[in-house]
């Protein structure tokens, strides 16, 4: 059974940082996409990042890039997002995602066939 569970959320000043963390058990996939979205009340969600476990290359929305960082431990099976300069806007509820093996980045970002976390909140005060 597939089971992602996220960690690291917290409260930060708009200009500081945080990282989350999101451990994936019970994953037999090696070549899959796995990343963050995240979701603030009244909006949809959005997805913010994410990277192809295979090669490691990452994906990131415009709405973060230079500000937010994606990484993997393989090792360890967990996946981190740094994030950087953090702005109000960036409060939501930040959701980790993985795919199916052989599936593409358009599929992962719709949110199809994806294993989800229970959510980590994220809250930036001005």
């Known amino acids: 059974q597939v089971q992602l569970v996220e960690s690291g959320g917290g409260s930060v000043q708009a200009g500081g940082s945080l990282r989350v963390s999101c451990a994936a058990y019970g994953y037999t996939y090696n070549w899959y996409y796995m990343g963050w979205f995240r979701q603030a009340p009244g909006k949809e969600r959005e997805g913010v990042a994410a990277i192809y476990t295979g090669t490691g290359e990452p994906y990131i929305a415009d709405s973060v890039k230079g500000r937010f960082t994606i990484s993997q431990d393989s090792s360890k099976n967990t996946l981190y997002l740094q994030m950087n300069s953090l702005k109000p806007e960036d409060t939501a509820m930040y959701y980790c995602?993985?795919?199916?093996?052989?599936?593409?980045?358009?599929?992962?970002?719709?949110?199809?066939?994806?294993?989800w976390g229970q959510g980590t909140q994220v809250t930036v005060s001005s």
């Open positions: 995602a993985a795919g199916k093996e052989g599936g593409t980045y358009i599929r992962w970002s719709r949110g199809d066939d994806n294993y």
